[in-house]
């Protein structure tokens, strides 16, 4: 009987129009997606590409829609947006720290897209030690904010593996070294901690790809926090080879250097990486409609402020 009612219903399912699936309503207008993260000191870059429909090559739309731009710091009119590379503009402004930037973007059919930040202050002091035990390389990342204001951060950890060796480059014995970068190692947070779901030491860390965090439930003055990765750190051997008779003599090595870095985001940035995330990290087949965060206004994407400092291991 089982088997009846599955038969039943692929048949039904083979007798589906394909048709009745096709979208019939009428196609969006086509807006501005501008995205800009300003920092302090820095010329003002913005990448900018029209929005468009799944049939359309977006790389030639790309190419031929070359939009105008103009940024203003504080009201005042700062530059215009010149073509760099591919989507990417630049203007000569350098705001300071509390100044507030409005980018402008329009043309090619499109109406006028309108974001704005303040520029972020730089980020808080931070301290950071590594560890190396059974394969797994720990560091350690502390973080000193008193929790007087709301501040918004993400952390960004890169293990960068250098590996040298002897390699045959067109019939030729070569000493070559490749890189090999992990991005965004696991990051965990006090045990103990419960922040909102958006932080990296909640429940859902799966849909926070980007360690995006808050001072929010800090009862102390340093937020600590962990990442980790299985690897090798360092090798080193002295090796010879044989070439047409020839002894080569080299040194197949490994090294690594870890990156921790803090970055300070304004809220409109923390809140578009945060939506990006859920949106991105979301099973296809259980995926809600997630709305991004968008501060452009009569477009899409996102005009926030960040601010960076680093924290650098080199392993030989």
Known sequence: MRL?????I??????CDPGELDYKGEVPPRKWAVYAYVEAGSPVRVEAKRSG??????????????PWGEVYVNGEFAGKLAHREWNVYEAPARPQVGDRVAVRVGGQGCGEAVGETVVCP???EMEADTSFEDGCLSVGIHVRDDGRQRNYYRLQVEHWMFHTDLYLEEDVPTVRTDTFVVYNGNVSGEAGWALENSSILGARRDLNPYNLFTNEGNEGEVMDFHAY????????????????????????????RVRVRLLRLDESLYTFLYTLGLYEKQFDLYKEPTRIYSNVRDGMGVVGSCSACDAVFDFQ
């Open 122 to 124: 730089p980020p808080p």
């Open 229 to 256: 990765f299985y690897t090798a750190m360092t090798q080193r051997e002295e090796k010879r080879a044989i070439w047409k008779g020839d002894t080569i003599r080299y040194t197949e090595s490994l090294t690594s």
């Open 10 to 15: 692929l048949l039904s399912l083979a007798g």
């Open 4 to 8: 009846n009612w599955m038969i039943l």
């Open 53 to 66: 429909t799944y049939a359309e090559d977006a790389e030639i739309l790309d190419t031929l829609a070359r």
